[in-house]
């Protein structure tokens, strides 16, 4: 594994997770396969790497295809580029309150047992991250803004998805800067990102 590698891999969570906040907003419905992906990866702490923390490269294909595409030019979906690029900027301001990473390494601690029992889509362990995230990381600013159908994001489900899924995206970006990653990968490293998805893929 190079570090592009891991990079990526964690990039393909993040949008792994936030594609799913973009299905969930726009038509109320998750799909239970990527809702566990994402969500799984949120609870693993401890993991011995970055492969073993998104769940293996099977469970981040659909992220690794998108990054691929957006690294293309061939992805047009503005909406999710600017929700990845809230979260980043976010994920700078997370990192750097020490007493709020404890309190949600904490919190998620204490929904570790509810995940072993009931598995990570159960409602109440959404409901658990939603109100995790609800009390700490949406007080940071600027907040992450999803935008979808109003009818859909009044509903009080679909608004816990949505803010676990955020939570698992927060988690893929700072495993992402954890590997070295940051936005001038971007504008220099395109070409290296590209080949270790395509290394990955394979």
Do not use: C
Request: net charge positive; aromatic share 4%; proline share 2%.
């Amino acid at each position: 594994m190079t570090p592009f590698d891991d990079r990526v891999l964690a990039l393909g969570a993040l949008l792994v997770a936030l594609s799913q906040v973009r299905r969930i907003a726009e038509t109320g419905q998750s799909d239970t396969a990527t809702l566990q992906a994402a969500l799984d990866s949120v609870f693993r702490l401890d993991a011995a790497d970055t492969a073993a923390a998104v769940g293996g490269v099977d469970a981040v294909r659909p992220g690794l295809r998108l990054l691929r595409d957006y690294l293309a030019g061939t992805n047009k979906d503005e909406a999710l580029g600017k929700l990845a690029m809230a979260v980043m900027q976010l994920e700078r301001r997370f990192v750097a309150d020490a007493a709020m990473t404890e309190r949600v390494r904490t919190g998620l601690r204490a929904l570790q047992g509810l995940v072993e029992r009931l598995g990570s889509p159960h409602h109440d362990v959404v409901a658990g991250l939603a109100s995790l995230y609800a009390d700490t990381i949406s007080h940071l600013r600027p907040r992450v803004m999803v935008q979808g159908n109003p009818h859909y994001l009044g509903q009080a489900g679909v608004v816990a998805e949505i803010r676990a899924l955020l939570l698992a995206a927060l988690r893929a970006a700072v495993l992402w800067r954890q590997m070295g990653g940051s936005l001038w990968d971007f504008l220099f490293r395109r070409r290296d990102l590209a080949a270790a998805i395509d290394q990955l893929m394979r």
